[in-house]
């Protein structure tokens, strides 16, 4: 069974757009109740750069994937006899 | 006096005494847990490894692949947990100004409760200090009775109560001017380990 690659990167995609969508009501609750403190600040840029360094992680561990090509999975083979009795 | 601190709904000509917020140690415990289970990863791939086991992420296979899309999630979502817990207790926080005392609650996303308590109407400050842990990183919590019958504020894990309610009882008489001071008591419970 041959899987295309780039599936495995929507799905990727779109667990990354959740996690980006939290990521914005976080900081934005950070910055508009945050009190305007430096610890506000710094922690809020301190999160964004964490979630680049993970992603840019990612991207460059899976740099060398065809994600145009596809993945074949050998499935078992699997008979079932149904001998006539 | 934090003049360079300001909160939403704040007077203009109101002056903040004094803020805080939770003990560190609140967040402290959920950072160590987040960083634990972040560890998980690869303390299984080094027993794997001591085991003889190797396995190195390969862009040419799918498990590989698969491997480090699921790993960057995991992270992804334990950073985003940690952040929303520190933002829950970050946006806590209790203040006493030159009018009221504000109590600000964060409880989750889009979930904010604000209470304020004028000065003139406080009636008794209670501290409470429970437990070991408590007593040796000096907090607590902390009772504010008003005029009304039902108790509305209490404040728990504050880092040293008792200077919070001397400070908040000194501008309580400063500011009833008149008539006996209001009642402060300290109740602590300890329990032997």
């Keep these: 069974m041959d899987i295309p690659a780039f599936a495995i990167l929507i799905v990727y995609g779109a667990v990354l757009l959740v996690v980006i969508v939290f990521s914005f009501f976080n900081v934005y609750h950070v910055l508009r109740f945050g009190m305007h403190t430096t610890a506000a600040y710094s922690m809020s840029a301190i999160y964004v750069v964490v979630v680049a360094l993970i992603v840019i992680g990612t991207w460059l561990t899976l740099g060398g994937v065809d994600w145009g090509g596809s993945f074949t999975v050998e499935l078992p083979d699997i008979s079932l006899d149904f001998g006539t009795r | ?193």
């Design chain 2, 1 to 193: 006096m934090n003049h360079h601190v300001d909160f939403p709904g704040m007077h203009p000509d109101e002056q903040i005494l004094l803020l805080r917020r939770k003990h560190w140690s609140v967040v402290a415990h959920k950072l160590l847990r987040y960083l634990g289970l972040a560890l998980v990863p690869p303390l299984v791939f080094l027993a794997l490894n001591l085991f003889g086991v190797r396995y190195e992420i390969d862009a040419d296979n799918l498990s590989g692949v698969l491997l480090a899309l699921g790993l960057s999630i995991y992270l992804l979502v334990l950073w985003m947990m940690f952040f929303h817990d520190w933002l829950d207790y970050y946006l806590d926080a209790l203040i006493v100004t030159t009018e009221r005392i504000v109590r600000i609650e964060q409880r989750g996303l889009f979930n904010r409760v604000v209470a304020d308590l004028t000065l003139d109407r406080v009636q008794d400050v209670t501290v409470e200090t429970k437990g070991f842990v408590q007593t040796f990183l000096h907090y607590g919590s902390l009772h504010i009775q008003s005029a009304a019958e039902r108790e509305r504020f209490v404040f728990s894990d504050i880092p040293e109560p008792e200077l919070v309610k001397a400070e908040i009882l000194k501008h309580v008489r400063r500011e009833t001017d008149v008539g006996p001071p209001p009642v402060s008591s300290t109740a602590k419970t300890t329990n032997t380990p």
